[in-house]
């Protein structure tokens, strides 16, 4: 029995002597791998940044070693592509890319880990290498779950503007908010007007655009943006108001009256907001009013967008001292004393 005991003892020590001298011998692998594309890195990093900038015609030699080469490429242009500076940078980048890493991707995204093709997607972005556009989406479409590698398969198609991209995200209605604004950042300007065009994207999708374009406050979505204010979907038309206040504007002063008066507590706030910011001093009555209303979000947009008037000063103590309304009154007194900026 003690020699059994013995025996197995030796067994399990053996192995535990084996397993450890793997690790080490792994260990050691990995660090000889890594001190080798260090050193090449260092050795060709000068000559090759003046070559992707254009300041040489020359490629510098790479190791033929293919996991070495690969490695000290993905290092030179990663360090690369935030010093962009031109399109002829861009291309050349692109370029390079394509030519060293476009086949060793093609065989990640068939046949690699799932961290492994992830990784490769980010590069496949980073690297502006469109020529794997059609991988790409095909890579998509065989993708079963709905996690980090399928919303960058998402990232990349946007950013080479993929056309079919359109009728996804209208028939998606998982996408975040954030998610969606990530995606439009990154298409191209053709493509996003396409968008705005479409009849029935759903509402979950026009709320992402309306919050990205007054995120962005380039001019030429505001008409889009306003034509929503009219929106039947409450979301939509508040989205859309948040979006005017971030904007700045209205193009008809009438046009916010209807939102003044409004059942829905949330309009009227950004009504008396976007009153004040625009300084429409033909609503200061009935901004007095709403100084009073039962909402704590109303009362302080009203009081706020008083005292951006003109005469903000003189309406703000009127309101603190000669309102009928106790809360406005004290509301008045509370922005008399704070600094407040335009509201977001």
Request: charged share 30%.
């Amino acid at each position: 029995m003690i020699t059994v005991v013995f025996w197995i003892s030796g067994v399990f020590l053996l192995l535990q002597v084996v397993l450890l001298t793997y690790l080490s011998f792994s260990k050691q692998k990995v660090i000889r791998k890594d001190n080798e594309v260090e050193q090449v890195y260092h050795r060709v990093l000068n000559p090759y940044l003046a070559y992707l900038s254009g300041e040489g015609d020359q490629e510098p030699d790479l190791p033929s070693n293919e996991e070495t080469r690969i490695s000290v490429i993905e290092k030179l242009l990663s360090g690369y592509v935030s010093n962009i500076k031109s399109t002829g940078d861009e291309k050349r980048l692109k370029h390079t890319a394509e030519k060293h890493l476009s086949e060793y991707y093609r065989d990640i995204l068939n046949k690699g880990s799932w961290a492994e093709r992830v990784n490769a997607l980010y590069y496949i972005e980073d690297f502006r290498m469109d020529l794997l556009q059609s991988e790409v989406k095909r890579h998509f479409h065989s993708l079963k779950e709905r996690d980090e590698e399928y919303r960058q398969s998402l990232r990349v198609l946007a950013s080479f503007g993929e056309k079919a991209l359109i009728q996804l995200l209208k028939s998606d209605d998982t996408f975040s908010t954030g998610f969606i604004k990530e995606l439009l950042r990154r298409l191209p300007a053709d493509l996003l007007e396409e968008l705005k065009k479409e009849k029935d994207i759903p509402v979950f999708f026009q709320i992402g655009m309306i919050s990205y374009f007054g995120e962005t406050g380039y001019y030429e979505h505001l008409p889009y943006v306003e034509h929503h204010i009219t929106h039947s979907e409450k979301e939509v038309r508040l989205k859309a108001l948040a979006a005017l206040c971030q904007y700045r504007y209205i193009s008809s002063a009438d046009k916010l009256a209807p939102f003044l008066t409004s059942e829905l507590w949330e309009e009227r706030m950004y009504g008396a907001r976007l009153s004040g910011i625009l300084q429409l001093t033909r609503y200061s009555t009935t901004l007095m009013k709403l100084a009073g209303d039962s909402k704590w979000w109303v009362r302080f947009a009203a009081c706020e967008a008083l005292k951006q008037m003109p005469d903000g000063e003189i309406l703000l103590t009127f309101a603190a001292e000669g309102h009928e309304d106790l809360y406005a009154r004290d509301m008045a007194r509370q922005l008399q004393t704070l600094k407040t900026g335009v509201s977001r």
